[in-house]
């Protein structure tokens, strides 16, 4: 279960969506629900209600440099999404 989660998701819309008790993290391709889900219990002492995650496809990106056009793509990635349990709440930012 190490390395399952590797980083959470801070943005303006996932901010608001902590207070309906739902937080978003980049999660390994090869992880499913399951794997998810413990790693949330495990490492926040929470309880985790429902988790969906969504396969974000990488983008191609050019640059232009004095040698010509360079072409390549972003790395693929994984969201996971998990709604917890009425009264838990995880303290992304460690301000408690």
């Keep these: 279960m190490i390395g399952i989660l590797i980083r959470p998701i801070v943005t303006e819309k996932m901010t608001g969506m902590a207070e309906a008790r739902q937080y978003a993290f980049e ?3 090869s992880s499913n629900k ?5 790693a949330v219990e495990k490492k ?3 309880k985790v ?8 496809k990488g983008k191609r990106k050019s640059q232009f440099t004095r040698r010509g056009r360079v ?3 972003k790395k ?6 998990v709604t917890l349990k009425e009264g838990d709440k995880i ?3 460690g301000t408690a």
Excluded: N, Q
């Design 34 to 38: 399951i794997e998810i889900a413990k």
């Design 91 to 93: 303290d992304i930012f």
């Design 27 to 29: 999660v390994p391709l």
């Design 71 to 73: 072409e390549g793509f």
């Design 76 to 81: 693929s990635w994984k969201k996971a999404i």
């Design 44 to 46: 926040f002492s929470v």
């Design 49 to 56: 209600t429902s988790l969906r995650t969504v396969r974000v």
